[in-house]
């Protein structure tokens, strides 16, 4: 139950955010960015964190959900009601393939983040070579003058906060229900020794397939949500490797080894990263800072924010009570 309780808990943080940032379009754009960085990263983390499975091309499955969206509406014209399911569809889809062959192989560790890291850089450079969908131009997607919430374009930034928040909190709430579960149980058996995990009986390959597909359909999900609220996708945006590595520096600065860590990271390095772009000229400025501030945590907090509140948390819990506290406990239950 405490893991609920916990999701319970950044629910309410986010709401309560989301209300603060109702008063300013400024502060409802970080939210939603820190809402989008912070569901990438935690999907992301289901993956390699909790089950070992370390990708450095999981942007392939933003920009399959954002290019379905782009195509779909300015080509297409069709609603997010048919462009966000199909982008899903076809990021599963590509993470069963990409995933079975993979696994068929035997391909983990650095070998495997080397594989989707080559997929991704296939897709990146065919869609930029692709005429249908606007080579390194990008896509723009048609806009109205009034709010049309069946193509979800709206005037306010706010309805976009909502989206995005709720997509946040389901996938926090669907990855503690796994955790919590026997699959839960299996990915981080195979994270922690995969072959005592296959000597219990554990199918090693389906459970990571299963892992692998999850984090792609919501990667494709945010995908699908960055290019309605954008109205733009090109390649270097969605399928850039920038962008896998915002995911794999949320994580480990937040902390890997927890469901809400990323997040953390997120919540802590999006409106340093968008405030560093606003008062810095300098392109880049951001990524420099995060290797900064990487070699820093990796020698002072190797575990991440997270991991460490968690163990201060926990000792503090274990301390012995002063004798004061003691006797008063137990002059209460004599009495």
Known sequence: MSGFRTVAIVAALVVAAFLLALSDRYYMDVFILTCFYGALAVSWNMMAGLTGLMSLGHALFVGIGAYSVAWGASVQGWPPLVTWPMGVVIA???AAVMGMLCFRYGLRGYFFAIATLAFNEVAF???????ALGRSDGLILPTSSEDSVMMLQFFDKWP???IIGTVLIATLAIGQYLLTSRTGYYWRALRDNEEAAEALGVNARAYKLRCFML???ISAVCGAFYANYVAFVDPRSVLGIDLSIQMLVYSIIGGMALLWGPLLGAVLLVPFSVLLRNISAMQGSEIIAYAVLLVVLALI????IAGWLTARWRRRKAAPRPEGFASVAAAEKSA
């Not at 450079?125 to 005429?131: P, R």
């Not at 907090?301 to 991440?304: D, H, I, T, V």
Request: glycine share 16%; proline share 5%.
């Open 92 to 94: 599963v889809a590509a």
């Open 125 to 131: 450079f065919s869609v930029s070579a692709s005429v």
């Open 160 to 162: 976009y906060g909502l």
């Open 215 to 217: 984090s792609a359909g």
């Open 301 to 304: 907090l190797p575990q991440g």
